[in-house]
């Protein structure tokens, strides 16, 4: 169980923060992933001492031996949530308690400390406050966050660690995908799984990611932007996504998402959407469904959208996929109108622009 309830953070001044005019640059197009914001909140936890020296301070090099449990047993989670800028001009958060509780799951398979989740949400709003000025300035741009957990102690031994680091850092974030298509190409991977039965694939921890690299370059090198991965046991049923979820549209009216069942990771997005799909009264199905029902289905016109779905891309078209015995069209190519009405939706409760029925809005200043 988390301990420590109610930690008090200190808040250290920045020496130089980042000028304006730098900052206005680096805000004019962000990418994903690679500008960084000024702040960072680091928290520590001690086996017999819980969590402590919860702190709000400038973002620097983290200083580490050589022999921390991280770099050699890889104990170490991540989350990836997102700040808006409402219409009203205040900002917001989408659904942080749910990150917060995905985050202790998470935390519970990799032998790790669970953190407080009033801790895990408080710690990203005291960052959106001190970095409000990093939001950038390209249409839906946003303020991506990424808090993550290491595994802190000094030792040689396979045992879970007895001290850990949470950090969170910030950045400004544009569009995702950079192909400009109105939808993305995805390669079926035949070669590798991403998660097996018991193991960690409804974790978020970096050894799932880091085990997509290699059959994500190989989607990249045949001309396609993401690789789904199929089941580790038939290497027949969909799973995911190197990073986001899937939905199927059938021209009968049904939707179908993959079930969770320990080897998908359980995607708030994915459960947004299922959400909203729902509450319209769709016809929606958590169930299995095969690569070659797929392919079959999208040559007979039965399939007529798909769709992924995840914090970073929010909801992105899938117009082609591929494999070693061809490509396949689906739908005429493009988005959807099921996506994009989905997307529409789901983007303007973020936004501020759509009335939020769920309470998934928090809203900061």
């Not at 700040?83 to 917001?92: F, M, S």
């Not at 939706?345 to 029925?357: C, N, P």
Request: glycine fraction near 10%; hydrophobic fraction near 40%.
């Amino acid at each position: 169980m988390p301990e420590n309830q109610g930690l008090t953070f200190e808040r250290l001044p920045h020496p130089a923060p980042t000028d304006s005019a730098q900052r206005e640059q680096a805000l004019a197009n962000p990418g994903f992933g690679s500008v960084f914001s000024d702040h960072m909140v680091t928290i520590d936890w001690e086996e017999g001492k819980g969590w402590h020296n919860a702190t709000l301070g400038p973002r620097v090099p983290l200083s580490l031996d050589p022999a921390t449990a991280v770099l050699h047993y890889a104990q170490e989670i991540f989350e990836g949530l997102k700040a808006y800028r409402q219409a009203d001009g205040t900002v917001a958060l989408f659904r942080p308690e749910a990150n917060a509780a995905r985050f202790n799951a998470s935390a519970r398979r990799l032998a790790m400390a669970e953190l407080p989740e009033e801790t895990f949400v408080e710690s990203v709003r005291l960052l959106v406050e001190a970095d409000r000025d990093w939001f950038p300035t390209v249409e839906g741009g946003s303020l991506y966050l990424r808090p993550f957990m290491i595994a802190s102690e000094a030792f040689l031994g396979v045992r879970p660690s007895k001290k850990f680091k949470y950090i969170v850092i910030a950045s400004p974030a544009g569009n995702y995908f950079k192909s400009g298509a109105p939808a993305v190409s995805i390669w079926v991977s035949s070669d590798y799984s991403r998660a097996a039965p018991g193991g960690t694939g409804a974790a978020k921890c970096g050894g799932n990611y880091a085990a997509s690299l290699v059959p994500q370059a190989e989607a990249i090198a045949r001309g396609h932007d993401q690789v789904v991965f199929l089941d580790a046991e038939e290497h027949k049923w969909i799973e995911e996504l190197g990073g986001m979820n899937l939905f199927f549209v059938f021209d009968d009216g049904r939707i179908v998402t993959p079930p969770l069942t320990g080897t998908i990771l359980p995607g708030i997005t994915r459960n947004s959407l299922l959400t909203l799909a729902r509450e319209e009264g769709l016809d929606v199905h958590e169930e299995r469904y095969s690569v070659e029902q797929w392919r079959a289905d999208a040559a007979s016109g039965k399939l007529i959208e798909t769709f992924a779905c995840g914090t970073a891309a929010v909801v992105t078209p899938v117009g082609k996929i591929a494999d070693r015995n061809g490509e396949v069209l689906i739908g005429s190519g493009g988005p959807g109108q099921l996506t994009q009405k989905f997307r529409e939706k789901l983007v303007g409760i973020q936004r501020g622009t759509v009335e939020d029925k769920h309470g998934w809005i928090t809203k900061l200043s």
